[in-house]
């Protein structure tokens, strides 16, 4: 039985080496590529959205129409990631004071620039940008 044990416990390092390699390779940024910012925001929504439903957490979306944007699309989606999970744990923090809303905005700034907002009603409650 402990060796068995042992046999399993290299097995389980063996696939935690893997998947820290993998996990390497999906990190590589610097890929700029032509992406709708929309569509990103959309990916990230789909990634936090059970976590938002479970909290009674509403969404507020302001898109303006853009064209695509040359960027990083996995540095943008992480970024994000980071601030909508931010925004939701500020919100949990505060409980029901001030409602329980994420805003998000993308908005066109002059002809080169846009900006990617997220706003939330939680404890904090300064937009970040």
Not at 50 to 65: D, S, T
């Amino acid at each position: 039985m402990l060796k068995e044990l042992e046999l399993l416990s290299s097995h389980v390092g063996h696939i935690k080496q893997i998947v820290a390699t993998q996990q390497n390779y999906a990190k590589v940024s610097g890929l700029v590529e032509n992406i709708s910012l929309s569509e990103v925001v959309d990916d990230a929504l789909g990634i936090l959205e059970p976590g938002l439903v479970r909290h009674e957490i509403q969404l507020e979306r302001e898109f303006e129409i853009l064209p695509t944007i040359a960027a990083d699309k996995h540095q943008i989606l992480q970024i994000l990631l980071n601030l909508l999970r931010n925004a939701k744990q500020a919100i949990k923090q505060a409980g029901d004071a001030g409602g329980r809303v994420i805003r998000i905005s993308i908005r066109r700034l002059g002809k080169n620039r846009v900006s990617l907002a997220v706003a939330d009603t939680g404890r904090d409650c300064h937009p970040k940008t």
